[in-house]
């Protein structure tokens, strides 16, 4: 049996382990805890992830399936398909009205490997990053995989970017700036004021601008404030099906950029990918085909379900709900009880067995909330609103 001690000391890992956790990977572990626990058939309530409560339309997956029994299980293009990159360009047009075709699309795994792939892209060792409290808790170690440096911009009044504070923080070493519009966790979407100053200091510094706009179809219209069409040298745009379509297991993400930037991207995503399956492809052609009824079938649920649950925790005076402007999470400032966001989720769960995120783990602007996904069924929000209500009832009466 092999013992810890068999390695030889010259046997290292490399330094690139040390960023690929990341500053918030300590956030999931309750997470995962109650994931275990209610896969065991435990009572809990899980509402720590934007997993819609939502199945994948019916043609989507019908498509798949008839591609599958077609036999459509051999290799395709590195980029994505001519055809799915084609509609991906045409999606993104009519949301962005930046003109572009399939060449300035790359179709990955979702667009959490889409933003991974423009960080190594984009920027390296010595070059800095700048992005926008609160963030989502994988863009620490998705923007320093590539040895860059991220910075972040405390957030304003209503969860708003601080745009003093970003003009401040950028020298010459600033390559980017990463943000997400909506925003998780707060459900901000940058208006095109705040727009207008991001893209002069692009123009001033020469900087690189990505969008993170994986919640797009969810804000009023289908559609947010872009710059793409603005400023199409210098945006790179990220998208997916995961929230829009409730696809988020089927990994269908991609970016839009500058035709250079693309054929970086491919040559990364060859290296790494060799090309994703086929039969989801052409699913993901069909699910842009149903783009406008997904689109407006989940903001319906997104509305309703919030309302549900603002209207559950209204009268708990410990708490106060910062409502979103789109997407499906709320963050919850939990200072009244007395509890950090941290100190919060873990006495929860201990005690109600309902799963939350710490807000530390999207930045120091929100460590007094934790965020909750309400995207979930009615009877679990109900549910949920009720365990909230007796926990806080029992931390009133020990206070």
Not at 205 to 214: M, N, P
Request: glycine fraction near 8%; proline fraction near 6%.
């Amino acid at each position: 049996m092999l013992t810890p001690h068999t390695h030889s000391t010259n046997v290292k890992f490399s330094a690139l382990v040390n960023r690929i956790s990341g500053a918030g990977a300590d956030a999931w572990l309750t997470h995962y805890q109650a994931v275990a626990a209610r896969e065991r058939g435990e009572d809990v309530i899980v509402l720590s992830v934007g997993d819609p409560d939502l199945d994948t339309p019916a043609p989507v997956v019908e498509r798949a399936i008839g591609q599958l029994r077609g036999g459509d299980t051999h290799y395709v293009p590195a980029a994505g398909r001519p055809g799915l990159r084609q509609a991906i360009a045409r999606a993104h047009a009519a949301r962005c009205g930046q003109p572009v075709g399939p060449d300035n699309v790359v179709y990955l795994a979702g667009a959490q490997n889409a933003l991974f792939v423009a960080s190594l892209c984009l920027a390296g060792p010595g070059d800095e990053v700048v992005t926008f409290e609160p963030l989502y808790p994988t863009y620490p170690a998705t923007i320093e995989v590539s040895g860059a440096r991220l910075l972040r911009v405390r957030a304003a009044a209503g969860w708003r970017p601080d745009l003093a504070a970003l003009a401040s923080l950028i020298t010459p070493r600033t390559r980017a700036i990463f943000w997400a519009t909506p925003n998780n966790p707060s459900g901000v979407v940058l208006n095109d004021a705040e727009l207008t100053v991001i893209a002069e200091l692009a123009r001033r510094h020469d900087l690189w601008l990505v969008s993170d706009e994986v919640y797009a179809g969810l804000a009023p219209g289908g559609r947010v404030p872009s710059l793409a069409a603005r400023l199409p040298e210098r945006v790179v745009t990220v998208g997916s099906l995961s929230k829009s379509h409730a696809m988020t297991g089927w990994r269908a993400g991609w970016l839009v950029g500058p035709r250079e930037l693309a054929v970086h991207a491919e040559q990364l995503a060859m290296c790494m990918l060799f090309g994703l399956p086929g039969f989801i492809q052409e699913a993901a052609i069909t699910a842009l085909t149903l783009a406008p009824e997904a689109e407006e079938r989940i903001r319906g649920l997104c509305a309703a379900r919030q309302q549900r649950f603002a209207s559950g925790i209204r009268d708990i005076p410990l708490l106060q709900a910062w409502a979103p402007e789109a997407g499906m999470f709320m963050l919850i400032d939990v200072s009244g009880t007395g509890l950090s966001g941290e100190e919060f989720m873990r006495a929860l769960y201990a005690s109600q067995r309902v799963s939350v995120m710490d807000g530390a783990a999207f930045g120091r602007s929100s460590e007094h909330c934790v965020r909750v996904c309400f995207a979930a069924e009615e009877a679990t929000l109900d549910a949920a609103c009720s365990r909230l209500r007796r926990f806080c009832a029992d931390l009133a009466r020990r206070a």
